[in-house]
């Protein structure tokens, strides 16, 4: 499973799915999280309702984890088949949690 989490930093989920800039991607498979790339999106951070450009840069992706995100950008993770997670903190802790969480779903 491929995990894109939104972050200025690499170190805090710490933006809305619209002003994405920033992607950190993971690989979570056999218990093992795995780094894989930092993406950057080309994002107008003046301009409003971008979360299709961010999902567009995830489309490999099966999850991406951001701050928040719209109802459009939901509609369309949808279509994609992606799932789009609202959490805030640091990345380690939002993707144990989120790998927790779906551990526990999957048993």
């Known amino acids: 499973m491929k995990i894109a989490v939104v972050s200025s930093n690499g170190v805090d989920v710490d933006l809305h799915l619209g002003?994405?800039?920033?992607?950190?991607?993971?690989d979570y498979g056999?218990?093992?999280?795995t780094f894989v790339e930092h993406?950057?999106?080309d994002i107008d951070l003046e301009s409003?309702?971008?979360g299709s450009k961010v999902i567009k840069a995830c489309e490999?992706?099966?999850v991406i984890i951001a701050a928040q995100f719209g109802f459009k950008s939901k509609i369309k993770a949808d279509e994609l088949n992606i799932k789009l997670?609202?959490?805030e903190g640091s990345v380690d802790?939002?993707?144990k949690a989120y790998i927790d969480h779906y551990n526990f779903m999957k048993n």
Do not use: A, P, T, W
């Not at 056999?30 to 999280?33: G, S």
């Open 60 to 62: 490999d992706c099966d």
């Open 19 to 26: 002003k994405g800039y920033s992607l950190y991607v993971y």
């Open 39 to 41: 993406r950057e999106v």
């Open 48 to 50: 409003q309702h971008q």
């Open 85 to 87: 997670v609202s959490d």
């Open 93 to 95: 802790e939002v993707l």
């Open 30 to 33: 056999d218990d093992d999280l």
